[in-house]
């Protein structure tokens, strides 16, 4: 069976924009845009066009590839301070001579709809519930609770370790009462790990899951996506022959990516103040 993110994020934006409605007042999202990126600039246009459908008023700022740090950390201070502003999002990657880490912290927790920040990641880490959970694991979760499919107690292997996707994966499902083995590029025995998983959710961006890896009835999650040596998108997961054998199994495009979107606009559509 397919887990249709398309679908469901469509149920999710309806929800977010019957929420944003009733508001009295509209949250604010402030999306910073530094450089000429041309990936960046498609993800920045689509999180906009998914504001204005539920909704939600938002501001692309858009900074010159040469902005210092100092002026970023400038503006996000402006922002942080500005209360028609609700929501922060600094576009990454950054020009490399700008310290992302350091640009992530400034922003305030309370309007970091990333989840970003080291507030809100220490805040899911020792159990608190962050102001803002990161917006592709959250949509996984989501994902996954749309079709019922149980995360307590499964075995489960997040294959990547990154600070946006594979590590804040692991700390949602520890939270959901997953067993959780993470895997990285310094993992021996991957094969046997994935083997035995309940739940796979890989998020590398290189073909890792292929053919009879997987348990059968297994779930398989896709996050991975980028361009093959024909140039067509595709993901982590060699999807004909794993779907074979798992039970469900996301696609790509249309499973992880149009969740992550939903999810950015639920985050989006939380004021706090
Ligand atoms: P990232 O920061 O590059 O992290 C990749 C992770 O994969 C790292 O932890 C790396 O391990 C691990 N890795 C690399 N080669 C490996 C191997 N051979 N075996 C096991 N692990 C390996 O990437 P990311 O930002 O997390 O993104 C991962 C993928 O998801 C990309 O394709 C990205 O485009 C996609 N993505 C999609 C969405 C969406 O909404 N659909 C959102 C975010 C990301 P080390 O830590 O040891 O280097």
């Known amino acids: 069976m397919i887990l249709d993110g398309k679908k469901t994020s469509l149920k999710i934006l309806e929800k977010v924009k019957e929420k944003v409605n009733k508001l009295e007042k509209k949250p604010h999202l402030v999306v910073v845009l530094v450089g000429d990126n041309p990936a960046s600039k498609i993800y920045v246009r689509n999180k906009q066009k998914a504001a204005i459908q539920v909704g939600i008023n938002s501001t692309v700022i858009e900074m010159e590839e040469h902005t210092t740090e100092e002026e970023l950390l400038s503006k996000i201070e ?61 949509g996984i979760i989501m994902l996954l609770d749309e079709y019922n499919i149980p995360i307590q107690g499964a075995d489960t292997v997040v294959i990547g370790r990154s600070n946006i996707v594979g590590k804040p994966m692991a700390q949602m499902l520890l939270k959901r009462n997953a067993t959780v083995t993470i895997c990285h590029s310094y993992t021996t025995d991957i094969e046997d790990k994935i083997k035995t998983a309940d739940i796979v959710i890989s998020a590398v961006g290189k073909k890792i899951v292929r053919c009879k890896m997987v348990k059968k009835n297994s779930v398989v999650v896709d996050v991975g996506i980028f361009k093959d040596e024909n140039g067509q998108l595709t993901g982590d997961v060699d999807f004909d022959f794993v779907s074979s054998s798992a039970a469900y199994i996301s696609p790509v495009p249309g499973g992880v990516g149009p969740m992550t979107i939903a999810s950015l606009m639920l985050n989006a559509s939380k004021v706090y103040q």
């Open 78 to 138: 402006e922002l942080n301070n500005n209360s028609d502003v609700t929501g922060i999002l600094v576009q990454l990657p950054l020009p490399e001579h700008i310290d992302k880490n350091k640009i992530v912290t400034a922003i305030s927790p309370k309007k970091d709809v990333d989840g970003f920040t080291p507030e809100n990641v220490g805040r899911l880490a020792i159990g608190l519930e962050p102001y803002f959970y990161p917006a592709t694991p959250q």
